[in-house]
């Protein structure tokens, strides 16, 4: 009898749990628990030391622990720790953009709403904290109080981390060592923590000295590598695709999380030689996509698509312009469109990927971007993929692709010169500039196959007149 209702009890939690897990609400029930667990993760957790410091390369799971560790913090459920009633932390980001993309979603992903009080936003609707910039989260804890994350930024400078009391900071990325300085100063009130979660790209800087070295003998201080193979959820394959499309010199600190200066271009393997054609009249069934990055004040950059027979892309045009309203640009669009003959629907529409923050409402307009380019005959499908280093990685793939795969028509300027110019910058991400027409190469590249995984052939004549078919049939 006691083992049927073991049996049923277990059967009613895992019912339970799946029905959380459809729900997508209790995230943080889930992590690091089943079958797939990052020892390396949980290694962090349960370090009781006050200063520790995650080394790992891109998708190493990193940022992930991160979060966590600080919504277990302001919850008051902490499982490897004594936990405190009511706590005050900061998120401390590079730039409120890197925030935003990085460290912020990462809280918001693992956050249950039901334990948000209120969210106080710097720019945006709190109806949607995940397209703006939040200041900080006021969370319900277990002990029946409420807790606080604030976010910061670096580039605020140091003044702005003075006079407050906290529990603990987590660092996303290396910061400028006067600010780090600071935050330490923060937590000692309250003998609370710092944890930092990085990719060591700047050379060998203070946190080389001071946390990798620990040249201090400080006993507070630990420090763990990640790399993607410690990642239980990259599959093997994905790990090795990665590798590939990264220079050797790269591999060091991007897979390994290893020191390194390596600091140099997104793209070198972009070459003009083979990359750059001249233009030529596209036949109306290579005709593919749009894809738009919205910029008002920034320029908005769109780009338009065609995929030969092969499967070979072309960027066939341009339109990049800054300081203009929605119509101007449409208007532009409109116009390139009827240079290129390109297809439109039966009410005389365009088509477009466009970045997915064109959902969010502007203090400008009353209306979203996506809703504004709709009502001029643009209809935009903000559902891209704007995963960062995947889409690097799959532009890199058709970039290195023998025989070439993707190839830029001479008048893209503006593509052309990003190509040129686009570095990395101190964490996953590159430099936030001049990148407009490369997040809409991106948004547009990730919709097609990994050349590492699909194989491109060439396409019978039966294939060849229904593929022209299906291209006829989406224009429809």
């Given at each position: 009898?006691?083992?049927d209702?073991?049996s049923?009890?277990?059967?009613?939690?895992?019912?339970e749990?799946?029905?959380?897990?459809?729900?997508?609400?209790?995230?943080?029930?889930?992590y690091?628990?089943?079958e797939?667990?990052?020892?390396?993760?949980?290694?962090?957790h349960?370090?009781?030391?006050?200063?520790?410091?995650?080394?790992?390369?891109?998708?190493?799971?990193k940022?992930?622990?991160?979060?966590?560790?600080?919504?277990?913090?302001?919850?008051?459920?902490?499982?490897?720790?004594e936990?405190?009633?009511?706590?005050?932390?900061?998120v401390?980001s590079l730039?409120?953009?890197?925030?935003?993309?990085?460290?912020?979603?990462k809280?918001?992903?693992?956050?249950?709403p039901?334990?948000?009080?209120?969210?106080?936003?710097m720019?945006?609707?709190?109806?949607?904290?995940?397209?703006?910039?939040?200041?900080?989260?006021?969370?319900k804890?277990?002990f029946?109080?409420?807790?606080?994350?604030?976010?910061?930024?670096?580039?605020q400078?140091?003044?702005?981390?003075?006079?407050?009391?906290?529990?603990y900071?987590?660092?996303?990325?290396?910061?400028?060592?006067?600010?780090y300085?600071?935050?330490?100063?923060?937590?000692?009130?309250?003998?609370?923590?710092v944890?930092?979660t990085m990719t060591?790209?700047?050379?060998?800087?203070?946190?080389?000295?001071?946390?990798?070295?620990?040249?201090?003998?400080?006993?507070?201080?630990?420090?763990?590598?990640?790399?993607?193979?410690?990642?239980?959820?990259?599959?093997?394959k994905?790990?090795?695709?990665?590798?590939?499309?990264?220079?050797?010199?790269?591999?060091?600190?991007?897979?390994?999380?290893?020191?390194?200066?390596?600091?140099?271009?997104?793209?070198?393997?972009?070459?003009?030689n083979?990359?750059?054609?001249?233009?030529?009249?596209?036949p109306?069934?290579?005709?593919?996509?749009?894809?738009?990055?919205?910029?008002l004040n920034?320029?908005?950059?769109?780009?338009?698509?065609?995929?030969?027979?092969?499967?070979?892309i072309?960027?066939?045009?341009e339109?990049y312009e800054?300081?203009?309203?929605?119509?101007?640009?449409?208007?532009?669009i409109f116009a390139?469109?009827?240079?290129?003959?390109w297809?439109?629907?039966s009410?005389?529409?365009?088509?477009?990927?466009?970045?997915?923050?064109?959902?969010?409402?502007?203090?400008?307009y009353?209306?979203s971007?996506?809703?504004?380019?709709?009502?001029k005959?643009?209809?935009?499908?903000?559902n891209?993929n704007?995963?960062?280093?995947?889409?690097?990685?799959?532009?890199?793939?058709?970039?290195?692709?023998?025989?070439?795969?993707?190839?830029?028509?001479k008048?893209?300027?503006n593509?052309?010169?990003?190509?040129?110019?686009y570095?990395?910058?101190?964490?996953?991400?590159?430099k936030?500039?001049?990148?407009?027409?490369?997040?809409?190469?991106?948004y547009?590249?990730?919709?097609?196959?990994?050349?590492?995984?699909?194989?491109?052939?060439?396409?019978?004549e039966?294939?060849?007149?229904?593929?022209?078919?299906?291209?006829r049939?989406?224009?429809?």
């Amino acid at each position: 009898m006691g083992q049927d209702v073991n049996s049923i009890v277990k059967k009613i939690l895992s019912i339970e749990k799946e029905e959380l897990r459809r729900q997508n609400k209790n995230r943080l029930l889930f992590y690091n628990t089943g079958e797939k667990i990052h020892k390396k993760q949980m290694e962090f957790h349960k370090c009781l030391k006050r200063n520790r410091w995650v080394f790992g390369g891109n998708r190493s799971g990193k940022t992930e622990c991160g979060a966590v560790e600080a919504i277990w913090w302001a919850r008051g459920n902490h499982p490897y720790r004594e936990n405190r009633a009511n706590t005050i932390g900061w998120v401390v980001s590079l730039s409120y953009e890197v925030q935003r993309d990085v460290a912020q979603a990462k809280i918001l992903h693992y956050l249950n709403p039901d334990w948000i009080e209120d969210i106080v936003m710097m720019s945006g609707r709190k109806g949607a904290p995940e397209y703006g910039i939040i200041d900080h989260i006021v969370i319900k804890n277990v002990f029946g109080g409420l807790s606080k994350i604030g976010f910061k930024s670096c580039d605020q400078g140091r003044e702005k981390f003075q006079g407050t009391s906290l529990d603990y900071v987590w660092f996303d990325e290396e910061p400028p060592y006067d600010i780090y300085e600071e935050c330490i100063m923060r937590v000692l009130d309250r003998r609370g923590e710092v944890w930092g979660t990085m990719t060591p790209l700047k050379g060998l800087t203070w946190v080389y000295e001071e946390i990798y070295l620990n040249k201090s003998n400080n006993p507070e201080v630990w420090h763990i590598h990640i790399e993607w193979a410690d990642n239980p959820f990259l599959n093997k394959k994905e790990v090795e695709l990665l590798t590939k499309t990264l220079s050797s010199d790269s591999v060091d600190s991007r897979r390994f999380g290893n020191f390194s200066a390596d600091s140099g271009l997104v793209y070198p393997e972009f070459d003009s030689n083979l990359h750059i054609v001249e233009p030529f009249s596209v036949p109306s069934e290579w005709q593919d996509n749009i894809a738009i990055d919205p910029g008002l004040n920034n320029p908005l950059a769109c780009l338009f698509f065609a995929v030969d027979y092969d499967g070979n892309i072309y960027v066939v045009g341009e339109h990049y312009e800054a300081g203009r309203d929605i119509e101007y640009h449409t208007e532009k669009i409109f116009a390139l469109a009827d240079k290129l003959n390109w297809h439109r629907d039966s009410k005389g529409r365009l088509s477009a990927l466009i970045d997915s923050a064109s959902k969010q409402h502007t203090l400008a307009y009353s209306k979203s971007v996506a809703e504004l380019f709709y009502e001029k005959g643009i209809v935009v499908n903000p559902n891209v993929n704007k995963d960062m280093f995947s889409g690097i990685a799959r532009v890199k793939e058709y970039l290195k692709a023998r025989p070439q795969k993707l190839f830029i028509f001479k008048n893209c300027v503006n593509l052309i010169r990003e190509l040129k110019s686009y570095w990395w910058s101190n964490g996953d991400n590159p430099k936030k500039v001049d990148d407009h027409t490369l997040d809409a190469l991106r948004y547009y590249i990730m919709t097609k196959p990994s050349l590492n995984e699909a194989k491109f052939k060439e396409l019978s004549e039966i294939e060849k007149d229904k593929s022209k078919l299906m291209r006829r049939l989406r224009r429809l």
